[in-house]
């Protein structure tokens, strides 16, 4: 990690809580190249042959082994797509970590695109983090529009942990998934926008064979003159079931469109969705500040446990 710079450490820690060289396979992008990497006897990682991004290869059996592939960009101006594919084996059991952390303290926008396709054998379970984040007092724009493609086979179980917090001004996020038969799928996504910046998330999640099941939550907070929209989708093709949730904070001048919808095309399809947007609560507030804290630490209070 010596030939990284103390931004980037930074921002490492920040996306993916690595404060040194991390154990098991990994791959550590800094502005558009591989500055660290590392495989095991079960998990080969290799660089494309053709276009930018790196194949992960897990072997079948692969249990109690982590993934770390993290990218920080600190240079102003720096825009790049990568593409980044999983084939993970049969009855795997693997915590994968990624997530981009952009530092722009010049003039020109800096963006980094990272499309993720995942390929899951049949009974793995992986445990996927993502987490945005946002530093620099320059002008130029700090901007992410991820993209991840999840390709379930049977019995296999995706859990997906989605977080951005602080200092992204634009991002477009897509996730689409296919589940087979008694896949499952869990999401749980965190956001919080500033300022002038706008979020986008979109969700299509197919549950293709009976027993698939998808749990889609996401809860949001919208400050100042900030955008968000929440566009999620499950359609159930089988004997399936699926649930989304949508919950939102709206404060200042903020504005939040919430689009959840079902499709059922399975007469034995159960879908859910609920969806609540509004802002904090006058009495939340007040018992708060009546144990002695500002308006404004309780309204932070309140956020944290929110989005925790």
Known sequence: MSEMNAVQLQLLREVADLHGVPEGAYNLRANGKTAHRNTTANIDIQTKTEGSGIDIRIKDGTVNESVHIPVVLSESGLQE???????????CDVLIVAGCGIDNCGTQDSEHDGIHRFYIGKNSRI???EKHYGSGD???KRILNP?????MSEGSTMEME???IKGVDSTHRTTFAELKQGAKLIVRERLMTHG???????YKVM???????????SRSVARDNSYQKLDLCILGNAACSGHTECDSIIMDNGRILAVPSLEANSVDAQLVHEAAIGKIAGEQ??????LGLTEQEAEEQIINGFLK
Do not use: C, P, W
């Not at 507030?285 to 009546?290: A, E, N, R, S």
């Open 81 to 91: 797509t990568v593409y980044n594919d999983f084939y993970i084996g049969d009855n």
């Open 127 to 129: 445990r996927y983090v």
């Open 138 to 140: 320059g002008s130029g």
């Open 147 to 151: 993209v991840t493609e999840v390709y």
């Open 162 to 164: 989605m977080a951005q």
């Open 196 to 202: 002038e910046q706008n979020a986008v998330s979109v």
């Open 207 to 217: 549950l293709n064979e009976d027993g698939s099941s998808a749990d889609v939550v």
């Open 285 to 290: 507030l007040v018992k708060l500040m009546t």
